[in-house]
């Protein structure tokens, strides 16, 4: 007899514990309407809008701003911005990976120290930063002389003004955003796993890359959508460090918002590099799902197979 009462009561407290999610969840989700989808879906029904001669958004509608991005010189920015973009995710989660490790496995002081110093840089206005590479990086800065001394650049070979300035730049200010989540999994990270592989005969770079490597892997992915993400809009670093020759996709918004006044092929761009990141954040979601209906994702034959 005292079982459906149980039962209700336990069916009471998950209502409950419904509401008290939804009611955390709605402001979130009432600022992420106004402010992201609905200016969003302002963006898109732009793109399909005629230019007006005045700068403005004509009357009708039109797939010619569409039509045009098919020009040759999009083509070339799109691979640009994806190419560095791409390149700098790499890097970073290249130079990430030690040093979460490092972190996870030294202990609590000098961890506090280090994490210290992958946060400075965030005391420091974005832009003073970016000028400050601009220094660096110019015909006389000292990055470019050592690199000149050491061999790596020619006399009169520049750096400034060039994908590479750019590319060293994004890695400089978004290497952090990957050191974070990578160190956050790190720490979660069962060591022991590591010893027991080396006890069944695996060396220390194969227990590395397959039990350490896909421990992590989540912290990984989110890794690199924290860096890929915002470079694929960089707008300030281009236009700063990348000069003319080496626009990005965030330039070239903002050429047709400020210089051009041309705002349907603006909200064209803009709406192309929306879907580009949405279609990651959602391949994400799906992999992450993925994984958790998986389980622990280790392949039935074992780890080292």
């Given at each position: ?7 209700a009561?336990?069916s ?5 514990r ?6 955390l ?5 009432v600022?992420?309407g106004v ?9 898109f029904?732009?793109?399909f809008?005629?230019a007006?001669p005045?700068?403005g958004?004509g ?6 701003t ?5 020009s ?16 700098a ?8 990976v030690?040093v979460?490790?490092c972190?996870a496995?030294v202990g609590?002081?000098w961890?506090?120290?280090i ?7 965030f005391w420091t206005?974005?832009l003073v930063?970016?000028?400050a590479?601009k220094s660096l990086?110019a015909?006389?800065?000292?990055f ?9 650049l020619g006399e009169?070979?520049p750096?400034l003004f060039?994908p590479?300035a750019?590319?060293l730049v ?6 952090p ?6 160190y ?10 590591l010893?027991?592989a080396?006890?069944?005969g695996a060396?220390s770079?194969?227990?590395f ?7 992590i892997s989540?912290?990984l992915?989110t890794a690199a959508?924290?860096v890929?993400?915002?470079?694929l ?5 281009p236009?700063?460090?990348?000069g003319a ?11 047709y918002?400020?210089?051009e006044?041309n705002?349907?092929r603006a909200?064209a761009l803009?709406?192309?590099?929306t879907?580009v990141?949405?279609a990651l954040l ?13 389980g622990s994702g280790v392949k039935?034959?074992?780890?080292f197979?």
């Open positions: 007899m005292s079982a459906r009462p149980e039962r009561q336990g009471a407290r998950n209502e409950r419904r509401l008290n999610e939804i009611f969840t709605l402001p979130s989700l600022w992420l402010f992201f989808f609905v200016p969003t879906l302002i963006v029904a732009i793109a809008r005629p007006d005045y700068g958004i009357d009708g509608w039109t797939l010619e569409i039509r045009r991005m098919v040759p010189n999009y083509p070339a920015i799109i691979w640009r911005t994806f190419l560095l973009s791409v390149a995710t790499f890097i970073c989660l290249t130079l990430a030690p979460g490790y972190l496995r609590r002081r961890r506090q120290w994490l210290l110093l992958v946060v400075i840089p206005n974005f930063r970016v000028f590479w990086l015909t006389n800065g000292s470019r002389l050592a690199l000149v001394w050491l061999g790596v009169d070979q750096i060039t590479v750019i590319l994004l890695v400089y200010t978004y290497l955003f990957a050191i974070l989540p990578v956050a999994s790190a720490e979660k990270f069962d060591f022991s796993l010893e027991a080396r006890d069944l060396s770079g194969k227990a890359f397959r039990v350490f490597l896909p421990g989540r912290g992915a959508i924290m890929l993400v915002p470079s809009g960089s707008y300030v670093i236009d700063l460090v990348g020759s080496s626009e990005m996709l965030g330039n070239k918004i903002a050429q918002v400020y210089t006044r705002l349907p909200s803009s709406a192309i590099l879907v990141v949405v959602i391949l994400f979601l799906w992999w992450s799902l993925r994984r958790d209906r998986s039935k034959g074992g780890l197979t």
